[in-house]
Each structure stands twice: as structure tokens, then as C-alpha cells.
């Protein structure tokens, strides 16, 4: 299979849970942790995006928004340049669920389609933050950003996207916990 890396998106501003996301624990890990944790055995390297210096504890590459405010598009971009990997799998701190199956099948149908981008769907709700993205793409994003194009569905409209459809059961696997309800 080819070299793959991942690309951990933990440096948005956590508005809704009012501090940072990727350090709180969920079932006793942190959620950042949970994370490298699946995605680890599937990649060649991990690239976190963040917005300050404190997930150096990691011992994992640190990249920074060259576009500050504009979102997880500018954390991909970012992770694209310094990637050493043609291809990443893009996942955001906040799916402590996520599991290895899902990993594992988004790597092997994005290399056996043609499209610019794979993503998780399941139960009718898209997951851009949980997907493959291609330093090709560099480019476009690049422009995106440069236009203000930040959106996630609005930039993923500028590429061939193939959705990969889970079943129904896989739905808790791509919880996001944005709240503190969700937390609890």
C-alpha cells in the first residue's frame, strides 16, 4: 500500500466547548490521543495542525495556518505543504471514537478511485474533517484561501469527491464532541 500520512486538525478556537478540545479527556483519554492512537498503525508519519505550540508534548511535527481565522481549510493546506506523503488522511481531534475499520477503508478506496478527495459519510451527514486529501490539491486550496474560500463543503465543491458511505452502525464512530454536552 502507499506511504499515507495524517494530518490531526487541533487548532480551532473550540468556541462552543470554551477551551481547548484536543486535551480534554473522553473514557479517560485525551481525545488528541485517542486519535494518533487509531490512526497510528495506518500512516507513515502524523503532522499535527495547531495554532500555538502547546501539542508539542506529542513529539509529533507541529505545522501553523499561513491563513490565520480561515478554518480547517487552512490546517489542511498547511499540513499538505510540510506532508513528506502525496496523500493524508485528515482527521479532527475532536472523533475520540473513530475506529481503525473506518481508517483503513477510507486509505484503501481512495487509492483505488480516481477522485481528488475522500470523505466519510454515514447515517446522511458528511464528514470532510474525516477523509483523504491529496498534496495535488495544493493549488486549489491555496486559492480557495486566497479568495476567503474557507467553508469546507463550499471548497470541497472545487474538486472530484468521492463519498464513502458507512452503515448506520459506524454513526457513534464519528461523534464530535463540541460541547460540553456532548462531553457528558
Excluded at 19 to 27: E, G, L, R, S
Excluded at 99 to 110: E, F, V
Amino acid at each position: 500500500m502507499p506511504s499515507i500520512g495524517a494530518i490531526i486538525l487541533a487548532g480551532g478556537k473550540s468556541s462552543r466547548m470554551g477551551q481547548d478540545k484536543a486535551n480534554m479527556y473522553v473514557n479517560g483519554v485525551r481525545m488528541i490521543d485517542a486519535v494518533i492512537t487509531t490512526v497510528s498503525p495506518f500512516v507513515s508519519e502524523i503532522l499535527i495542525s495547531t495554532n500555538n505550540d502547546k501539542h508539542a508534548i506529542y513529539n509529533l511535527p507541529l505545522v501553523f495556518d499561513e491563513h490565520n481565522n480561515k478554518g480547517p481549510l487552512a490546517g489542511i493546506q498547511a499540513g499538505l505543504l510540510k506532508s513528506t506523503t502525496e496523500s493524508c488522511i485528515v482527521l479532527s481531534c475532536d472523533i475520540p471514537f473513530i475506529n481503525g475499520t473506518i481508517i483503513d477503508r477510507l486509505q484503501s478506496d481512495h487509492i483505488l478511485n480516481d477522485a481528488d478527495i475522500t470523505i466519510a459519510s454515514c447515517n446522511g451527514k458528511t464528514h470532510p474533517l474525516c477523509g483523504v486529501y491529496q498534496k495535488k490539491n495544493l493549488l486549489v486550496i491555496s486559492e480557495l484561501l486566497a479568495q476567503d474560500i474557507c467553508k469546507m463543503h463550499t471548497a470541497l465543491s472545487y474538486f472530484k469527491v468521492k463519498i464513502l458511505d458507512f452503515p448506520i452502525e459506524y454513526a457513534d464512530h464519528f461523534k464530535n464532541v463540541n460541547t460540553l454536552d456532548d462531553l457528558n
